[in-house]
Every structure is written in C-alpha cells, then in structure tokens.
C-alpha cells in the first residue's frame, strides 16, 4: 500500500488489490490520524476546530471512513 498526497487531498494505492482509494482534503486529514492508530474518537477531537465542522459529525465521518478502509484492507482496527 503507498499513500501519497496530493493538492486537493490523498490517492491510496493497494498494490495487492489493485484498487486506487481517493481521499479529499477531510479524509486525507483523518487518514493522517487513523493509519497511525488515533481512534475515530480522538480524530475528532484532534480535527474538529481545524476542519471547522462539529466533532461529532467528525467522528462519525472517521468512523465511516476507518471501517471502509478496515474492509479493504488499508487499516488496522481501531477502536472508538
């Protein structure tokens, strides 16, 4: 799997699957934070005021986000 950023946000490469994911500028900054293990939970909390936007419609797009991405195969389960 290879990650790169890019201007208007984030392009995941599963080179196993053969799949290309393209993350926006939101998703690429909760990709930041849940690949390294920072729950859906905290996500939000770390995001909220940075994305200006509700933290609990945050952390309900970061759950959303890591479990298509768990089903994939791109992320490790996270918690919360």
Not at 38 to 63: C, F, K
Not at 70 to 78: E, F, I, N
Request: charged share 20%.
């Amino acid at each position: 799997m290879k990650a790169q950023a890019h201007d208007k946000g984030m392009m995941i490469l599963d080179a196993r699957g053969g799949l290309c994911w393209e993350l926006n500028r939101t998703g690429s900054k909760m990709w930041d934070c849940l690949s390294t293990g920072i729950s859906p939970r905290e996500t939000a909390a770390r995001l909220g005021s940075v994305l200006n936007a509700n933290e609990s419609t945050v952390a309900r797009d970061a759950a959303v986000l890591a479990r298509q991405l768990q089903s994939a195969g791109l992320l490790a389960t996270v918690e919360g």
